[in-house]
């Protein structure tokens, strides 16, 4: 069975040459390893490799591995070529999806063993009630939260572990996104089951799919909890819906911030999420893009919490300055976003009720 060792140059190999041999010849197999000097920065192409060879098995430096991981493929295990967690010395070992003789060959040494899971979990709009049944199980397991702003503190209280906030707000960043995803992944190498803690939905303008991506390319195991995001929220609470029939068969969420950032998608409802600050901009250039100056708003402020705020308005009475809301805030455009004049204590829900302590 021919064994192909990817290394980089200069890379000393002769231990951990030794290691996969003696690894594989002690399971009874026998083995044609060949060591192959690699100078590629971009990850090599498996197919190739694999091609018109009988290769049984690939080992090479874990950097180089295509992300996503190709589906005909299998990383058998991750391993380290030095005695100390060093991303440059991780090896993958990888075999085609239908070989299975070398699936137990290196399991015991595979670093993953002793990594911890993170989650990726959507704390909601904002009442503690609407929280999911998983992403409350995922919170009581957890090690190590790290939590945004905008996160019921009082909710977080009942849980004795690590917390760590990282919540950035304009202009006021605990953490870089960097920083974040480097803490997220160091929590996971060191075996803790990890939450990561976001308001409303993990994966709508929460910056979430950057954490996933960051940790499966290291070979974290990441779960995504949704979340009900702070437009269903913020439409529930207000009777609104925000498709209807013979009002709105499509739906668009948006961002409103950064300026470089804003569409006008083609739908019959538009939500602008972290749009407080440039809202009159956001209607002006609504209308100039074909949309109706008449065009029912509705701003929504603490959307679900007992403190929250709404305006009902039109396109062009925000164009003009006359009305708006703080941050957080999302405004809902288009015909559906009319007051049904939803009472307060429908808005205010269960929030009533008190979560059982944990001891």
Sequence with gaps: ???????????????????????????GF????????????APLNLNQIFEGQS???VILP?????????????????????????????????????????NNAFKADDLR?????????????????????????AIENADVIFYDSLINQEFLEQYPVEKI???????????????????????AIYGKNTVRLKGGDPFIFGRGGEEFDYLRKRFVEAEVIPGITSAFGAAASLGISLTQRLISSSVAFCTGYPKEDRRIPDADTLVFYMSASNLKETAQMLIKSGRKAETPVALIRNATLLNQESQFSTLID????????????????????INKHVSKSAKAGLSHLKFRSHD
Excluded: C, W
Aim: no cysteine; hydrophobic share 35%.
């Design 318 to 337: 925000l164009a003009n300055g006359k009305q708006g809301l703080e941050s957080p805030m999302v405004a809902i455009i288009g015909d559906v976003a």
């Design 165 to 187: 906030f990282v919540g950035k707000r304009k202009g006021n960043h605990s953490y870089g996104q960097n920083d974040i995803d480097e803490m997220l992944y160091q929590s």
């Design 113 to 137: 063993n002793g990594y911890g899971k993170v989650f990726i979990t959507g704390f909601g709009p904002g009442d503690p009630d609407l929280l999911t049944i998983k992403a409350v199980k």
């Design 1 to 27: 069975m021919i064994v192909h060792l990817y290394h980089n140059k200069n890379q000393e190999t002769n231990t951990f040459q030794s290691y996969i041999r003696n690894e594989l010849e002690n399971k």
């Design 62 to 102: 874990a950097n180089l591995l295509e992300y996503p991981f190709p589906e005909s493929y299998k990383m058998l295990a991750l391993l380290n070529s030095d005695n100390f967690l060093n991303q440059k010395s991780f090896n993958a070992v990888v075999v085609q999806n239908d070989e299975t003789s070398f």
């Design 30 to 41: 026998t083995i044609n390893l060949q060591a192959r000097t690699i100078e590629l920065e």
């Design 55 to 57: 290769v049984g098995l």
